[in-house]
Structure formats: C-alpha cells, structure tokens
C-alpha cells in the first residue's frame, strides 16, 4: 500500500502552486525542474488514485489565493485607514478590493467576496453560495467560530471553495452598528443598496469564494 503516499509526494513535487503572483518566467523554470523529478511510473500511477489528493491540492490551491487576498486587502485598508483616515479607506475598500480579486483570477481560478448583507451588488451570491453561507450561519450559531467555517463543491467541470470571513475590530467603522454619519453618507452614495452594516466584533461578515474550471 505504498501507492497513495508515493503518489501524494509526486503530486506535491508537481507544480500545481504556482500561485498567481509567481506566474513568471522564475516559476517555469522551477517547474520543469521539479517536473523532471516524478518518473513516468508514478506519473501513470497517479491517473488511477489521485482523485482524492487533486482535491486536497485544489483546496491548499484556493487556501493559499484567499491568504494572499485577505492579506494584501487587510494591509491596503490599514495603511490607508492610518495615513488618510476612513473616508479615503472607503476608496482603497472600492477600488483596490476587485482589483486583487481580479489579480488573483488566474490559472482558470475566480477569486472573490459574497456575503448575505452586501454593499456591492455584484458581490451577491450565486446559489450554491447563498446555501453554503446560510449553512456558515447555521454552523456559526451552533458553535462553530466563523474563522474555521469552510465549504467545498467539487463538480464535473469546476472546483469552488468557500471560507467565511471574521468581523474583526477594524471592519466595524465601516460595517458595524454605529458608522460616523457623514461616512455613512458617502458609503450611501458610492453604494445606494447597502446592506453590508450592523455586524458585530467576530460575526460572520462574508466569506471568499473561488471556483476553478477544472476541465478544458
Ligand atoms: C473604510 C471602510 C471599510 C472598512 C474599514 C472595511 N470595509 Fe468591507 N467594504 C467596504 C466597501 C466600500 C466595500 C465594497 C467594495 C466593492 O465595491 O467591492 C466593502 C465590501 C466588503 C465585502 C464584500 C461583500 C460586500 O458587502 O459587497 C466584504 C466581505 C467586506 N467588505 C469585509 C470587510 C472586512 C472583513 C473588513 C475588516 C477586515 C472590512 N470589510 C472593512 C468598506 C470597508
């Protein structure tokens, strides 16, 4: 029974990481090199027991865009928050959030946010999102902390991977109960259907969603 353990240590000398940021020409050369390590036995055992480990990759894969994601949004709305104060955080929020989702759609990934209460309307969830994130509510009131809520769908054609995002502290000026009134109203203006107030500190604010085609 040496089959699976061999074939998960080929599978992760495989260069299925490459995240979106090293899409360059040094993450091709790495990965011909490491390529070159899995020997053709392997490669034909794998097609017979790698359906269980792909998934496993998929969801490190979506894991590891939503730590880039969630990290580089949280230092764009620190810094901006520190240097220019919330009114100008709300620009950082409006432009800087799609555009590292979009940074980080690549390789057949859609990297984005959902929430029951949104402030974008494009941010409004799909199906499947809208019961995965009733489920995150359902887990949530039962215990569950909303950091350690994940989801995860695997189809025929396409990979998606859920994970709810915490309230913390610094969300509250501009989700929380009691948002500064003239923050409010430029909120209000930027996004006339705002729902996305009232959280508390830890509530469930939303949640990442990826999905990855998963046959060309
Ligand atoms: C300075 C104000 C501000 C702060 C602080 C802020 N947000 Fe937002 N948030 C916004 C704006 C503006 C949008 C709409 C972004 C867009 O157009 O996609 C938004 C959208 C979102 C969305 C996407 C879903 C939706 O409602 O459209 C999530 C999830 C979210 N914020 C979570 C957070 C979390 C978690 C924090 C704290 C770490 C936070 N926000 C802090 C202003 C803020």
Redesign the pocket.
Known sequence: MLIKPLCTIALLALPLFGSAQDNNNISLSSQSQSAALVSDELVSQLDVTNEFTQQELLTSEAQHRIKQFAGQL?SA?VT??KEQG?AH??N???ER??QIAQELSTDGWRVA???L????D??KPDQWELETLKDFDRRFKGGTAASQLTASLTGPEQYRYMKA????Q??L???GSSVDAD?SAS?NR??PNDI?IGFTLEDI???FTLSKQINE
Not at 117 to 120: I, L, M
Not at 165 to 168: A, E
Request: charged letters at 15%; glycine letters at 2%; proline letters at 5%.
């Open positions: 949280k709305l901006a928050i919330l955080a709300v950082v929020c409006h959030a799609p946010r959902t929430s209460k949104t402030r974008n494009v941010n995002i915490p309230t913390d610094v969300c000026a501009c989700h923050l909120i930027m996004y996305a604010r939303g949640a």
